[in-house]
C-alpha cells in the first residue's frame, strides 16, 4: 500500500498537469509564500495576475483543502472567516513539485 505522502504527491502532480492557465499553479505558489491567509486575502493576492472572482478563488482552495489534502483550515470562532494554512510537512513536497515543473525557482 503506498504512503500518504506518494498519494498525495501523485495527486499533486495530476492537479498541476491539468493546469491550462496556470492559475492553479499560482494559488499553491501563494500558500508557499504566505503560510496562511483567508479567502479574501488570498482574492487580493491572486486578483493581482489573473481576472478572477473571489468565489472561483474559495473553489479552488476548497478543492486543495479537501482533495490534495495539502492545508489546514482553523476558525477562531463563528463570526470570523476560515483561516487556510500549508501543513508544514507538506511544504518541501510542494516546493519541490513546482520547482520541477519550472513554475518557481528555487
Known sequence: MASIRSRIKERLNKFIELDVNGFRSYVLSVFLSVKKSTIDE?????????DVSRSAVASM??????????????KESYK?????????EYA???KSELTSKGIISS
Open 80 to 88: 470570523t472567516p476560515i483561516v487556510y494554512s500549508l501543513k508544514e
Open 92 to 94: 518541501d513536497l510542494l
Open 42 to 50: 488570498l482574492h487580493q493576492a491572486i486578483a493581482k495576475k489573473y
Open 61 to 74: 482552495v476548497g478543492y486543495i483543502h479537501s482533495k490534495l489534502g495539502i492545508l489546514r483550515s482553523h
